[in-house]
């Protein structure tokens, strides 16, 4: 066996089904035998089903729980007949001869223990992680407080990322990258496998250094290159990933370096996780809190004026208003207008000026009402009338002048279409359409750009001389010959076609493309954020692409179209749990004597409450990233004598999803009342 290829999948079956397919391919240009394993940690999105069904061929290896990176990986490689062993992220794309080409390398350097390759985001910007340096103390230092941001190149400071070294060239490095770990395996036979004190990140740092301190060498090698759609398993700005990332750093120091360095160190990374944990908590509050503290500001400042000019017209105030107005009262009436507005769904997308007319009329209701019954409480109405006037011209006022200066355009409701052209065959150009009108993608599908080898002639082609034609004139002849959204031209017109038509997206198609030619494209076009790249797999039904590298892979599926992520029923269904966990733990006396798990009922109503839980949700069906870990399922209502089948389950939870409402979760609540206290 001259390979084993060995990838481990977490609830990434969209990306997992395109790294088999490039996986696939790659094998057939090696020539020789070669081996696939899949190690599944407990997915629940149908990972296991779409390998057994697609990927025959495939060696699945099934955990009931999720065992991290390192113990997954063992399983396999324990497994593995292969000359060599690749350690392969379920979020990437191979080319057709990264398979061959690596293995070619290795042969001619027998003194390799460990090769990494070129890799790209999903934009086709190279990844510094490519090649990286050990992450002694002093590199650390440079990587965690900035220095290797500020100076990349620098011999001193950007060690970390090898930044001073040419990307295109091969080089010996010391660290290789989890996401892509080609070695030998009579090097792992000697230095052993993956150490499983690593859960995630870390495990790559720790067999690298390994296999350096063994005698072998690690490569970076960048005559071949893959894709990698970053930040799938976590979200890098996350706090989990800071603590997780940097306390993997901390156990390497530990393991690897003297007792005495290993204490600073060690003090040195806890306190950049505090750090970059703050950082991150700040940054994620002040993103998602900067329109409504910008509109509190707005009314805050339009109440001062508005008191100030009551006071000096109005004949009955005959003294200020007391410092409690503006100190306590205006804040409480600002509470409750944005509060409204929020409910009414005035921070959604698409803005529209009847939700925040509606949220603050909603909000001046309340504090009227509220406002009678506190007599000392009780200022001018009529403050309260022109306040509200007020409000909802200052936040209307706000998202307009946005918009104009932003995109330059005066309106409320920003429509900017999408402009998708798709590459590939007229055929598969037809499927991307279906695709994309089934899962509710708004986006205008300009046309379709045939790859040169299935371009057939056609009549406004010959009209123009050979080699002549440019896109602007081949279009101009399409206009006139062909309905809007048809052939655009050539591949080898790529750029003007993007230029010409406005184009915010390409889709690749992997039926008529192979992963060079989609790498290389990427790499020659524009590498813009205004033009985002996706790919269809080959007799695939996920749109997968990334717009940066940072940024987790998206894709174009069924959940686009779920009820359940609106975000007027993302909030609403937020709401249910607070009131609902709240109420639960008021009458925790009573409620207790009808659960089966009463210490699971407390502690699931206090999650529930924190919002790392929901009460009903999805278990079976592949959740979105961004819905909470559910206790109750839609499938628990049906359960009897006999479990239903998994498969049924999952159907029951997309239709639930599907056709969401609020009231469906308090049905569910009611009739699994007693079970409120299960663990998951």
């Not at 599944?40 to 099934?62: C, K, Q, T, Y």
């Not at 720790?206 to 090698?221: A, E, F, M, P, V």
């Not at 508005?306 to 105030?317: D, M, P, V």
Request: glycine share 8%; net charge positive.
């Amino acid at each position: 066996m001259k390979l084993s290829v060995i990838i481990v999948n977490y609830n990434v079956c969209y990306f997992l089904e395109q790294a088999l397919l490039s996986v696939r391919q790659a094998t057939e240009k090696l020539q020789e035998p070669v081996e696939v394993f899949v190690v599944d940690n407990n997915s629940v999105d149908g990972s296991v089903a779409m390998v057994r069904s697609r990927f025959p061929e495939v060696h699945l290896i099934e955990n009931h729980e999720n065992l991290g990176f390192s113990k997954a990986n063992n399983q396999a490689i324990g497994q593995a007949r292969g000359e060599y062993v690749l350690l392969l992220n379920p979020d990437t794309v191979v080319e057709e001869d990264t398979f061959r080409q690596c293995c070619d390398f290795l042969d001619a350097h027998p003194d390799g223990g460990g090769l990494g390759v070129k890799m790209l985001d999903g934009q086709g910007c190279f990844l510094p992680e490519s090649k990286r340096g050990l992450p002694t103390p002093k590199v650390a230092f440079c990587k965690i407080f900035g220095l290797a941001w500020l100076f990349p190149k620098s011999r001193r400071f950007g060690r970390y990322h090898l930044g001073y070294l040419d990307k295109d060239q091969t080089h010996e490095v010391e660290v290789l990258s989890g996401a892509f770990m080609f070695m030998r395996q009579t090097a792992l036979a000697q230095v052993g496998h993956l150490d499983e004190d690593y859960f995630m990140y870390g495990e790559d740092i720790d067999l690298s250094y390994r296999l350096t301190q063994g005698g072998w060498k690690n490569y970076y090698y960048p005559g071949t290159r893959i894709i990698h759609y970053k930040g799938e398993s976590t979200k890098r700005t996350s706090v989990n990933y800071v603590f997780v990332f940097y306390q993997a750093m901390v156990i390497f120091a530990r393991k690897h370096f003297a007792p005495g360095r290993a204490g600073v160190f060690s003090l040195l990374i806890n306190l950049a996780i505090w750090l970059r944990a703050a950082a991150a908590v700040a940054e994620r509050f002040l993103t998602q809190a900067a329109p409504v503290l910008l509109d509190a500001g707005l009314v805050y400042a339009g109440m001062y004026f508005l008191k100030s000019f009551w006071e000096q017209i109005h004949r009955y105030a005959q003294v200020p208003y007391p410092e409690k107005y503006m100190l306590a009262a205006v804040p409480l009436y600002l509470l409750a207008w944005l509060v409204s507005v929020y409910l009414s769904g005035g921070y959604d997308k698409p803005t529209k000026a009847s939700r925040i007319i509606r949220g603050v009329l909603l909000g001046t209701v309340l504090i009227s009402a509220v406002s009678n019954y506190f007599e000392a409480w009780r200022f001018s109405n009529a403050l309260i009338v022109l306040g509200s006037l007020w409000s909802i011209a200052a936040l209307l006022a706000r998202r307009l002048l946005g918009n104009w200066l932003q995109y330059g355009v005066w309106g409320l409701a920003v429509h900017q279409q999408k402009n998708v052209a798709i590459v590939g065959s007229r055929q598969e150009s037809e499927r991307v359409r279906q695709l994309l009108e089934q899962f509710g993608v708004q986006a205008r599908v300009v046309g379709y750009i045939a790859p040169d080898v299935l371009l057939a002639p056609s009549p406004e082609f010959r009209q123009t001389a050979v080699g002549a034609a440019t896109v602007w004139e081949v279009s101009e002849a399409a206009h006139a010959t062909k309905p809007a959204g048809d052939l655009l031209g050539e591949i080898r017109q790529l750029d003007d076609i993007i230029r010409m038509y406005e184009l915010n997206e390409l889709i690749f198609c992997g039926r008529d493309l192979s992963a060079s030619q989609i790498i290389s494209l990427m790499v020659r076009l524009p590498q813009t954020p205004a033009v985002a790249y996706k790919i269809l797999p080959q007799d695939s039904e996920y749109i997968i692409g990334s717009s940066r590298k940072d940024a987790p892979g998206d894709y174009y599926a069924l959940d686009i179209t779920l009820n359940l992520v609106h975000p007027q029923h993302v909030r609403n269904k937020r709401l249910l749990d607070i009131v609902s966990s709240l109420l639960l733990l008021l009458l925790a006396p009573v409620a207790l004597t009808l659960q089966k798990h009463r210490l699971g009922f407390l502690r699931n109503c206090l999650r529930v409450l924190g919002g790392s839980r929901t009460w009903v949700g999805l278990r079976y069906a592949a959740a979105p990233r961004r819905l909470a870990r559910a206790i109750l399922s839609p499938a628990d209502v049906g359960q009897s004598a006999t479990p239903l089948p998994e498969a049924t389950r999952r159907r029951l939870e997309l239709l639930y999803a599907k056709d969401y409402e609020t009231s469906t979760d308090l049905g569910i609540l009611l009739r699994c009342f007693r079970w409120l206290g299960l663990e998951h």
